[in-house]
Structures are given as C-alpha cells and as structure tokens.
C-alpha cells in the first residue's frame, strides 16, 4: 500500500492488485456493535484499508448520535 501524491483523486492503491481503492460503505464491528462506515475498499480483491484515525472518529459519529437517542 502506497500513498499517492494526487491525495484528492487517487489516494490509494492496493499493493497486490494495483487497483484504485474505492471508498465503500463496510459493516465493522466494535464494542459489540455493528456500524456502517465508508472505507477504502479494492474492488478486486475485497481488501478492506482502516484508515484508524478515519475509523474512530467514524465510529465517534456513531456513538454520538447513539447516545442523543
Ligand atoms: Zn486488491
């Protein structure tokens, strides 16, 4: 996996494929929780990229508006 300088266009590559990673909505799991969250994806070969930082805050969004329930 590499980062591409064109940061806005292509972000990212998979390494085993060299296709663009899209961004796709993927059900994860956390804290006994599903959640929804749009992350890079491969279209060939399925491979799921977690950005962390996008993650957490991803699933901070969640939990927000869980608890605003
Ligand atoms: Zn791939």
Redesign the pocket.
Known sequence: MKANNNEADIPWI??????K?KLRKTRIAYLGAEFQVELLK??????VFIDEELAKGKILEVEKSLEDK
């Open positions: 998979c390494d085993k494929c060299n296709e990673l491969c279209p060939k070969c399925g491979m």
